[in-house]
T-cell receptor
């Protein structure tokens, strides 16, 4: 089915471990985003990408790394997980051709760092 | 940075109207959005309004925008139990190299609909 998928949906990891969250889209939207959602903060932008091989930092990039070798994939890596990175992570794409510039969100990955 | 603020909680009885308020600070906002998040799910766009409009109606949803006061509201008529969710206000600046079309979200308003 067309759309945006994230994997895993749930992940528990230990402090100091590296973990990668996957995001895949089938629309070929140019723009992709990673957000984290924390109570009382809404969604905060971690990284974004305008196209394959073009990425840039958002509001809260520290401790995260992204890559975008293919248009359809935008993995987010926590290099050395910390408890403060316990959160729900959302990937989104942007349809830059629509008049509304709507962002489409994946179902989220709930990450717990112990 | 730019801020988007909204109240955190709203309780409403089924059949009544709900009004969710949002204020923002970025005067260059081009689009303002309302997203809905149901439990365990991602965000889904409900509606949006372009900054040169002051009202938009879409079935049970009415969006009002007061650019002078930088105030946005979402009214849901005849609120149903299925409207229970978190509602996020978001604003999008102009497509400059700095703003890049990024969205700035509020913290979300938890709407609880009681029978």
């Amino acid at each position: 089915d067309a759309g945006i998928t994230q994997s895993p949906r749930y992940k528990i990891t230990e402090t100091g471990r590296q973990v990668t969250l996957m995001c895949h889209q089938t629309w070929s939207h140019s723009y992709m985003f990673w957000y984290r959602q924390d109570l009382g903060h809404g969604l905060r932008l971690i990284y974004y990408s305008a196209a394959a091989d073009i990425t840039d930092k958002g509001e809260v990039p520290d401790g995260y790394v992204v890559s975008r070798s293919k248009t359809e994939n935008f993995p987010l890596t926590l290099e050395s997980a910390t408890r403060s990175q316990t959160s729900v992570y959302f990937c989104a794409t942007l349809d830059g051709t629509s008049g509304s510039y709507e962002q489409y969100f994946g179902p989220g990955t709930r990450l717990t760092v112990t | 940075g730019e801020d988007v603020e909204q109240s955190l909680f709203l309780s409403v009885r089924e059949g009544d109207s709900s009004v969710i308020n949002c204020t923002y600070t970025d005067s260059s906002s081009t689009y303002l959005y309302w997203y809905k998040q149901e439990p365990g799910a991602g965000l889904q766009l409900l509606t949006y309004i372009f900054s040169n409009m002051d009202m938009k109606q879409d079935q049970r949803l009415t969006v009002l925008l007061n650019k002078k006061d930088k105030h946005l509201s979402l009214r849901i008529a005849d609120t149903q139990t299925g409207d229970s969710a978190i509602y996020f206000c978001a604003e999008r600046g102009g497509m400059t190299t700095d703003s890049w079309g990024k969205l700035q979200f509020g913290a979300g308003t938890q709407v609880v609909v009681t029978p």
